[in-house]
C-alpha cells in the first residue's frame, strides 16, 4: 500500500515537470498559426503597415515638438502675425516703398543688437552703445570739417575712440569687479556730456560727404525696381552671419556662452573669462559708432543726441529675440527676428493710424509676452517635456 502510494506522487511530479516545460518552450509561446496561407499573409502585412507608420508619426512629433521648443519660434509666429495684421488694414504696409524704409532704419539699429547679442549671452549688459552712436559721427565729422584730416582719417579715428571706450568699459568689469550695468551707464553719461561739449550742442554738418568714396562705401543706394536698397543693408547681411558663425561653430563662441553660463566652471577648465568679455565690450562699442556713423552720412546730419534711448530698445530686441537675460543662451536668428519685429511695429502702427506715441506701450506688452513664454519654454525643458 506505501508503495502504491509513493508511485502514485512520484508520476504526479513527472506530469506537472514535463507540463511546466512544455509551457516554457518557444513552441509554447507561439500564437496558434492561422488556418489558411491567406490569414497569415493578411496578419504579416497589418503589422508591416503598423511599423511602417509609426517612425513617421513620431519622428514628425518630434520635429514638431523640437520647432516649438526652439527659442526663436515665438517671435517666428508674432513677427508673422504682424506682417498679416498690418497688411490687412494697410495694403501700403508691404509697398516697395515701405519696405524701403523699414529696412533703412532696421539695419542701423540691428548692428547694435548684433553686438549685443554677444555681450549678453557673456553675462553683461552694455548701456552706452545709444551714446556712442551719437558720439562716433561727431568726432569724425568735427575732424572732417575742421580741415585737420581726410573722412577715412576721421572715420578710423573716430573707430578707434570707440573701441578704446569699449575696452575701458570691459576693463571696469572685470578687473574692478562693477557690474556692467552701473558701468556702462556712467559711460553713457560721460560720452553724451562730452558730444555736446565739443559741439556745443548744435548738429554737425555732413552734406559734404555726397562725394566722397567712403560714404558711398557705407551708405551708397540703388534701385531694383521700385526697391532702393542701400550698400549699409549688405553691411548688416554680413555682420548677421558673421556673428552666427562666431557664437554657434567657433571655439570663441563657446567661450561665450560658457562665460556667460557658469564663469566659474568656464575658468577652470582654461577660459579666460575676462578677456572674452572686454573683447565683447570694444566689439559692442565698435558696431555702435559704425551704426551711428551710417546713419549721420543717410540723414546728412550729426547730432550729438542721436542714439537717445536706443540702448533699451536694443535690450528688447535682444530678449524678445530669446537671449536670456541671465546669460549663457544667445541666438543671432532669434535677434534678427527681434530687430524685424519692433521696427515693423513701429512702422506699422504710424500706417494704421495709431498715434506714434503709443510705440511704448506696445513694445512693452511685447517684451512682457515674450519674456512669459521664453519663461515657459524654459520650464518645459527642465521637466523635460
Known amino acids: 500500500m506505501l508503495l502504491r502510494r509513493l508511485t502514485t506522487r512520484t508520476n504526479r511530479r513527472a506530469n506537472c515537470s514535463v507540463a511546466k516545460a512544455a509551457f516554457h518552450t518557444p513552441s509554447g509561446l507561439r500564437p ?26 513620431l519622428e514628425t512629433r518630434t520635429l514638431l515638438q523640437r520647432a516649438i521648443a526652439r527659442s526663436e519660434f515665438g517671435p517666428f509666429v508674432l513677427l508673422a502675425l504682424e506682417l498679416a ?26 548692428l547694435i543688437a548684433l553686438a549685443m547679442t554677444l555681450l549678453m ?51 571696469f568689469v572685470t578687473r574692478l569687479k562693477i557690474p556692467s550695468f552701473l558701468v556702462t551707464l556712467g559711460m553713457l553719461l560721460v560720452v ?28 551708397g543706394d540703388f534701385f531694383i525696381g521700385g526697391f532702393r536698397i542701400y550698400m549699409s543693408l549688405f553691411w548688416f547681411i554680413g555682420a548677421v552671419f558673421i556673428t552666427g558663425y562666431l557664437l554657434t561653430q567657433t571655439r570663441f563662441g563657446n567661450w561665450i556662452q560658457a562665460s556667460g553660463g557658469n564663469a ?31 546713419s549721420s552720412i543717410r540723414t546728412s546730419a550729426a547730432n550729438p543726441n542721436s542714439g537717445t534711448g536706443y540702448e533699451l530698445e536694443v535690450i528688447a530686441m535682444v530678449v524678445i529675440g530669446g537671449t536670456a537675460l541671465t546669460g549663457g543662451r544667445g541666438t543671432i536668428l532669434g535677434t534678427v527676428l527681434g530687430i524685424f519685429i519692433l521696427r515693423i511695429m513701429r512702422n506699422g502702427i504710424v500706417l494704421i493710424g495709431v498715434p506714434g506715441l ?3 506701450i506696445f513694445i512693452g506688452a511685447i517684451i512682457l509676452g515674450m519674456m512669459a513664454l521664453h519663461s515657459w519654454l524654459e520650464r518645459r525643458h527642465q521637466a523635460g517635456a
Do not use: C
Not at 578707434?160 to 575696452?167: E, F, H, P, Q, S
Open 32 to 57: 496558434p498559426s492561422p488556418p489558411s496561407g491567406e490569414g497569415r499573409s493578411a496578419s504579416i502585412d497589418t503589422s508591416a503597415n503598423a511599423i511602417a507608420r509609426t517612425p513617421l508619426t
Open 85 to 110: 495684421g498690418f497688411w490687412s488694414i494697410n495694403h501700403d504696409f508691404l509697398s516697395a516703398q515701405n519696405i524701403s524704409n523699414t529696412l533703412v532704419f532696421t539695419v542701423e539699429l540691428g
Open 121 to 171: 549671452t557673456a553675462g553683461e549688459f552694455d548701456l552706452s552703445v545709444g551714446s556712442l552712436f551719437g558720439f562716433a559721427p561727431v568726432v569724425m565729422w568735427t575732424l572732417f570739417n575742421s580741415g585737420a584730416t581726410s573722412l577715412a582719417i576721421a572715420f578710423l579715428v573716430a573707430m578707434v575712440a570707440a573701441a578704446l571706450i569699449g575696452l575701458v568699459n570691459g576693463w
Open 192 to 219: 553724451r556730456g562730452t558730444a555736446l561739449f565739443v559741439t556745443d550742442g548744435f548738429p554737425q554738418r555732413t552734406w559734404s560727404a555726397g562725394n566722397q568714396w567712403l560714404a558711398n562705401l557705407l551708405v
Open 264 to 294: 566659474s566652471a568656464a575658468r577652470a577648465r582654461g577660459v579666460n573669462v575676462d578677456k572674452v568679455k572686454v573683447a565683447l565690450f570694444a566689439v559692442s562699442a565698435v558696431m555702435s559708432a559704425l551704426a551711428g556713423i551710417i
Open 358 to 360: 503709443a510705440y511704448n
